[in-house]
C-alpha cells in the first residue's frame, strides 16, 4: 500500500514566481508580489520584477513560507510498516509542509545519538522536507531517568519530549525541566496522569457510554498541566504543550501566560474541527489521544487560537495500517494521518467561517511554530532558503486517502469536500510536491 514517490519536474536554478498574493507574516507582508529564487535561497521579492528568469504563474494564489509542523510521528525507526522518514517527508510535502520535528517515541525511542544520526541521514537521502528530532526526555521514554540534554541536544535535538507518556512523576519532571533549563532547549508535554485518564477510550460522557466503552476525564490533561505549570514557576524552564484538547487546558495556559511563564501550547485540526460524536461516525478513525472532546472544548481551543493563549496548530501525524484501526475502538491505537489534511481543515473550520484570515493562519503553521521551538525558518527573507508553498485558497477539493503520500489512510477526513488547497511546495529551491492537474502553471520554468 506503500504510495509510489512520483518524481517532480525540476526548476531551473533562478526562476520567479509571479503575480501571487505573497503572505509572509513573518515580514509583515501581504500584498501581490513577485518572488525571485536564485540559488535555492529567496533572492528578491517586490511588485513586477524585471528579472529575466523563468516564471511560475502563481496568479490567484497565496505565496507563503513552507509550513512547519512541530509534530508528527514518522515512525522509523521500528514502525516502517506505518512510514518512514521517506513516506513522511512525502506525505509532509503534500501537505505544503517544508519542516516537520518528529516525536521520539519510535522503537528504539529517539534518545541516542546513533537515532539522531539515522534520522538526519534518512531525511536528507530523502531530500522532501526538513526533520528536526525531539529527543526522548527520559531513557527509552520510560519516565525513569532524564537522558542526557547537553549531549543530545549538541546532536540535533530540538526539544525534549516523551510523547504518548507524559512524566508522571514530579521528581523525575523537576529533574528534566531542571535541564531543559540549563541547556535552553524546550520540553514538550503531552499531558496525561494515566491514573485519571483510567484507560478511557473516548471523551467521558454520551458517547462513551452509547459505544459501551470506558470514559476519558480531561481533567487526566488539565490537572497535570497544572502541576507542570507550578514546576516551571520553579525552575524557569521553556514548556510546551502537546495537543491540548480541553477547555479547562486552554484556560491554564491562558493564566500561566499572563503570569509571564514561559509557556505555550499547540492544537490539532482534528479538536477544532471535531467533537467526540465523531467516534460514533468513524470508528477508531476518530480515535485519537488525547481524544475528541465536547463541543464547549472545541469552543475553547478555537478561541484560545484567535486570543493567542494557544500559539500553533500541528496535525499529531500518527499513521496507523488498516488492520490496526480494525482492531475495534477499545484495541484499536490512537491518532491519525494529519499532513496532507491540515490546511484545508484550518481553512474549513476557521477561515471559512471568518474566525480566522489567511495571514493569521498562515502564522499559525509557520513563524507561531519557528518561535515555540526557537528554529530558523518560516518566513520569506531575502537570503534566507527558498521553502515556499503556493496554496489555491478557492480550490474546492474532495480528500480521497487512495491518493495519500503517507503509506496510511487513518483519518476521518476522507470524502470531506473542503476548500483551500497547497498545489506546489518547494524546499531549498527545489520542487518537492505538485498537486495533480497543475502543471501547466510551471510550465514556462520546469522541465
Ligand atoms: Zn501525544
Given amino acids: 500500500m506503500s504510495a509510489a514517490i512520483t518524481t517532480q519536474p525540476i526548476l531551473p536554478n533562478s526562476y520567479v514566481i509571479r503575480g501571487g498574493r505573497v503572505i509572509d507574516p513573518g515580514n509583515r507582508l501581504d500584498q501581490s508580489a513577485d518572488v525571485a529564487v536564485v540559488d535555492g535561497r529567496i533572492h528578491r521579492i517586490g511588485r513586477e520584477l524585471t528579472v529575466d528568469h523563468p516564471s511560475i504563474d502563481a496568479t490567484g494564489l497565496l505565496v507563503c513560507p513552507g509550513l512547519i509542523d512541530i509534530h508528527v510521528h514518522f515512525r522509523e525507526p521500528g514502525g516502517e510498516h506505518k512510514e518512514t522518514i521517506e513516506t513522511g517527508c512525502a506525505s509532509a510535502a503534500a501537505g505544503g509542509f517544508t519542516t516537520v520535528a518528529c516525536m521520539p517515541n519510535t522503537n528504539p525511542a529517539i534518545d541516542s545519538p546513533t537515532v539522531l544520526d539515522l534520522i538526519r541521514e534518512k531525511s536528507r537521502r530523502a531530500g522532501l522536507c526538513r526533520v528536526l528530532p525531539i529527543a526522548a526526555a527520559t531513557e527509552a521514554r520510560r519516565g525513569l531517568k532524564p537522558v542526557d540534554m547537553t549531549a543530545l541536544k549538541g546532536r540535533g535535538a530540538v526539544a525534549f519530549s516523551d510523547d504518548g507518556d507524559g512524566i508522571e512523576d514530579d521528581a523525575v519532571m523537576l529533574r528534566a525541566l531542571e535541564q531543559v533549563a540549563a541547556v535552553g532547549s524546550v520540553f ?204 489555491d485558497p478557492s480550490m474546492t477539493w474532495r480528500i480521497d486517502v487512495s491518493r495519500f503520500a503517507s503509506k496510511c489512510r487513518n483519518t476521518p477526513f476522507d470524502g470531506w469536500n473542503v476548500t483551500g488547497r497547497p498545489i506546489v511546495t518547494i524546499l531549498d529551491g527545489r520542487l518537492t510536491y505538485v498537486a495533480p492537474g497543475v502543471t501547466q502553471r510551471l510550465e514556462t520554468a520546469a522541465r
Fill in 188 to 391: 514538550i508535554q503531552h499531558c496525561e496522569f494515566k491514573s485519571i485518564s483510567a484507560g478511557g477510550v473516548v471523551h467521558h460522557g454520551r458517547v462513551a457510554e452509547a459505544l459501551g466503552v470506558p470514559g476519558y476525564d480531561p481533567r487526566a490533561e488539565s490537572a497535570m498541566l497544572e502541576r507542570d505549570i507550578g514546576l516551571v514557576r520553579r525552575t524557569g524552564a521553556r514548556y510546551h504543550v502537546a495537543h491540548v484538547s480541553a477547555a479547562e487546558s486552554v484556560e491554564l495556559v491562558r493564566r500561566a501566560k499572563s503570569d509571564g511563564l514561559p509557556v505555550t501550547a499547540e492544537v490539532c485540526p482534528h479538536h477544532l474541527a471535531l467533537t467526540a460524536d465523531a467516534c460514533l461516525e468513524w470508528g477508531a478513525n476518530a480515535k485519537m489521544s488525547p481524544p475528541l472532546r465536547d463541543a464547549a472544548d472545541v469552543r475553547a481551543c478555537i478561541d484560545g487560537l484567535c486570543d493567542g493563549a494557544i500559539d500553533c496548530i500541528v496535525t499529531d501525524h500518527a499513521p496507523h495500517t488498516v488492520d490496526e484501526k480494525a482492531r475495534g475502538m477499545r484495541d484499536a491505537p490512537c491518532g491519525i494521518v494529519g499532513l496532507e489534511t491540515a490546511l484545508a481543515i484550518v481553512s474549513d473550520t476557521l477561515i471559512q467561517p471568518q474566525r480566522l484570515d489567511w495571514p493569521a493562519v498562515i502564522a499559525l503553521f509557520t513563524t507561531a511554530p519557528a518561535r515555540v521551538l526557537g528554529i530558523a525558518g518560516g518566513n520569506l527573507g531575502v537570503g534566507q532558503p527558498a521553502d515556499i508553498v503556493l496554496v
